[in-house]
């Protein structure tokens, strides 16, 4: 069983800092890309990056890119979001996700191809 496991999050400042983690078990990390997605109150889940599964392929949604940075360390199953220059269009709840294909060629900001998804970690900026 595929479980993901975010932490990180907090309250900050605008023009602040964080980084957000996410622990993965249950499946052959490194042969999947991995996702981060961000949901505010009222509103749509949106995609924001995604890493491949070797980590040499990054793809960023158009609102967060210079800003956030995102990075995986397979030895420990993990996948970050560095997050810099915070707004407080930024606040939301955050989720990592998985991609549901292996060794998928093109990065994918699509919600339905992650197939298993964290439980969330709150992310609120202040103004």
Same mark, same amino acid.
């Given at each position: 069983?595929?479980?993901?496991?975010?932490?990180? /999050? $907090?309250?900050?400042?605008?023009?602040?800092?964080?980084?957000?983690? !996410?622990? @993965?078990?249950?499946?052959?990390?490194?042969?999947? %890309?991995?996702?981060? *997605?961000?949901?505010?109150?009222?509103?749509?889940? &949106? *995609?924001?990056? @995604?890493?491949?599964?070797?980590? /040499?392929?990054?793809?960023?949604?158009?609102?967060?890119? /210079?800003? *956030? #940075?995102?990075?995986? &360390? +397979? @030895?420990? +199953?993990?996948?970050?979001?560095?997050?810099?220059?915070?707004?407080?269009? =930024?606040?939301?709840?955050?989720? !990592?996700? #998985? &991609?549901?294909?292996?060794?998928?060629? %093109?990065?994918?900001?699509?919600?339905?191809?992650? =197939?298993?998804?964290?439980? $969330? #970690?709150?992310? #609120?900026?202040?103004?």
């Amino acid at each position: 069983q595929v479980q993901l496991v975010e932490s990180g /999050g $907090g309250l900050v400042q605008a023009g602040g800092s964080l980084r957000l983690s !996410c622990a @993965a078990s249950g499946r052959t990390f490194t042969s999947y %890309a991995m996702g981060w *997605f961000r949901q505010a109150p009222g509103k749509e889940r &949106d *995609f924001v990056a @995604a890493v491949s599964g070797s980590g /040499g392929s990054t793809y960023y949604a158009d609102s967060v890119r /210079g800003r *956030f #940075t995102i990075s995986r &360390d +397979n @030895a420990k +199953n993990t996948v970050y979001l560095q997050m810099s220059s915070l707004k407080p269009e =930024d606040t939301a709840v955050y989720y !990592c996700a #998985t &991609d549901r294909r292996p060794s998928r060629w %093109a990065l994918t900001s699509s919600r339905t191809e992650y =197939d298993f998804w964290g439980q $969330g #970690t709150q992310v #609120t900026v202040s103004s």
